[in-house]
């Protein structure tokens, strides 16, 4: 089975900019989560969605925001970019019921100049 | 409150050495989960082990070993007879049962020095 896969890989904005994020989970898994991983700091949560709907939130600006689609796919957008969004953004998915197995992708690499 | 803490920010080892990444964590959950991520330089997250609070047992896996003990809130990982392979950013994390949320330590910079 394919792993979680993220689009694009790398990307450069400039601050003020908007971005978008996309993610693939896993087939059979209904559950996405987003981080961030900012250089030299472990992954911080984002947002949870399951089934569509938000189900958790982290301590991030409502600059962020995140929406799942009906074949489970996400995006995270990010308004009004700021320096200090430069970092990996990375995506779970877990099947449901087992929201602590999350399968991790690759990421999300961006700049913001 | 949730929190993980890696105190070691770097560490360096000659290779075929023992090395122990240390990992101390705090939460007021009965029921959680205790994980060990490997993050080489290309990114990506690899999955190394799942702990649950009710099993302290310790686990080998071949040159990696974790062990837990619920009485001092810690979760060490030994990696056996290092080699240059092992080089990377390791993270420990910590999923409580509610909430579904992972939160991880700072990680540490391994570096194994052929």
């Known amino acids: 089975d394919a792993g979680v896969t993220q689009s694009p890989t790398h990307l450069i904005k400039t601050r003020g900019q908007h971005v978008t994020l996309r993610c693939s989970p896993i087939?059979?898994?209904?559950?996405v989560s987003w981080y961030q991983q900012v250089l030299g700091q472990g992954p911080q949560f984002i947002f949870q969605y399951y089934e569509k709907e938000e189900r958790g939130r982290g301590n991030f600006p409502d600059r962020f925001s995140a929406r799942q689609f009906p074949n489970y796919s996400s995006e995270l957008n990010v308004n009004a970019l700021l320096l200090g969004d430069s970092a990996l953004y990375l995506c779970?998915?877990?099947?449901?019921?087992?929201?602590?197995?999350?399968?991790f992708g690759p990421g999300t690499r961006l700049t913001v100049t | 409150a949730q929190k993980v803490t890696q105190a070691q920010t770097e560490i360096s080892v000659v290779e075929k050495e023992d090395v122990t990444l240390d990992c101390v964590y705090e939460t007021r959950d009965t029921t959680y989960y205790l994980f060990w991520y490997k993050q080489p330089p290309s990114g990506e997250l690899v999955f190394l082990i799942r702990r649950n609070s009710f099993d302290e047992q310790n686990e080998i896996s071949g040159r990696y070993s974790w062990n837990f003990q619920k009485s001092t809130s810690s979760f060490n990982f030994t990696i056996t007879a290092s080699q240059v392979v092992d080089s990377a950013v390791y993270f420990c994390a910590l999923s409580p049962s509610v909430g579904n949320q992972f939160y991880f330590g700072t990680g540490t910079s391994l570096t194994v020095i052929p």
């Open positions: 087939s059979g898994h209904k559950s």
């Open positions: 779970a998915s877990s099947r449901p019921g087992q929201a602590y197995e999350q399968y």
